[in-house]
């Protein structure tokens, strides 16, 4: 069974930059599409990027394209999301997800696609 573990949120002034970090444990997701997602109160959880299980293919809701990067690397088990240019609207509770139904899944964006999830990090933007 895969766990995630979600680090590096925080509180950053509006243009700033965050990287989070999602550690996997109890197996290794080097075969899994791995996903970001974030989450405001009352509203759905929405897609944020995805990265097939090489690294090769990447995929971006149209709202963070061109700020954020999504990167993996698979010796340390873990998921990465560099968050540039950051803007109060990215202000979210950030979750890390993995599709583990599946080895070598192309790209998916929603979130029923996936069915392991960590416990989220708040990231808050000022303005």
């Known amino acids: 069974q895969v766990q995630l573990v979600e680090s590096g949120g925080g509180l950053v002034q509006a243009g700033g930059s965050l990287r989070l970090s999602c550690a996997a444990s109890g197996r290794t997701v080097g075969s899994y599409l791995m996903g970001w997602f974030r989450q405001v109160p009352g509203k759905e959880r929405e897609f944020v990027a995805t990265?097939?299980?090489?690294?090769?293919?990447?995929y971006y809701a149209d709202s963070v394209k061109g700020r954020f990067t999504i990167s993996r690397d698979s010796a340390k088990n873990t998921v990465y999301l560099q968050m540039n240019s950051l803007k109060p609207d990215d202000t979210a509770v950030y979750y890390c997800a993995a599709r583990t139904r599946s080895y070598y899944s192309p790209i998916r964006s929603s979130q029923a696609e996936y069915d392991v999830w960590g416990q989220g990090t708040q990231v808050t933007v000022s303005s």
């Open positions: 990265i097939t299980w090489s690294g090769v293919s990447t």
